[in-house]
């Protein structure tokens, strides 16, 4: 069985931050075509020149699935349908329940839920009649906790997203596509460094066994093992 993903098309969503652009640059050290996706056009342009060699950049909301079948078909034609999707795109909330406007609560809820449930809805009938797929989706540890400092509608996303890729994995496998879920705690990003004080971070570094913030490299060298070495459809986190 060809576990390599050196040939292989991956698409990333939120690749202009920190976490997609490390699982973007790694996913492009194994071999991959790498699709870049984001809302911010200016840098999302210039880490695709950057990272070179075939990376694709793609300014789309996704959130819009519309928008992301015209893409995926310009796309295909472009580099080719997409074998692994890492969906990273997301958006951060603090506010608890009672400060949570019902605006906010589906907006935060249609990111980062949402627009992974549309994009692999898209790609899906693609990695089936391949008989190959690789979705990975990015949960958090908040949606186990309720979230040391995160708000309700982000703990409430990314407890649905484990959710979705758990019904995701039961329905593909038979085709040969995995579906898995990636829980971190806190990685080092400026979602975390500008949310947080410096007694508030030394404060969560005290409950993390390790004694420090995930690095965005670890983030993506799972964003790799996923695809390049799993066989079997595994739901989970």
Known sequence: ??????????????????????????????????????????????????????AVPAVLDVTDP??????????????????????????????????????EWRKVLEVNLGGMFYLSRAVIPGMKA??????????????????????????????????LTRTLAAETAAFGITANAIAPAYVKTPMVTEQLSEAERQGLLKKIPVGRFCEPEEFATWCCSWPARWPVSSPGM
């Open 1 to 54: 069985m060809r576990n390599s993903i050196e040939g292989r098309v991956a698409l990333v969503t939120g690749a202009a931050g920190v976490m997609g652009l490390s699982a973007a640059r790694a996913l492009a050290a194994e071999g991959a075509a790498v699709v870049m996706v984001d809302l911010a056009e200016k840098r999302l342009l210039e880490l695709a020149r950057e990272l070179g060699g075939r």
């Open 130 to 163: 391949r008989g190959w797929g690789r979705i990975i989706n990015v949960s958090s540890l908040a949606a186990q906790t309720g979230g040391l400092t995160a708000g309700t509608a982000y703990c409430a996303s990314k407890g649905g997203v484990i959710s």
């Open 66 to 103: 519309e928008a992301i079948r015209r893409e995926l078909a310009r796309l295909e034609a472009a580099v080719g349908s997409v074998d692994i999707l890492v969906n990273n795109a997301g958006i951060l909330s603090n506010a608890k329940s009672q400060a949570t406007t019902p605006e």
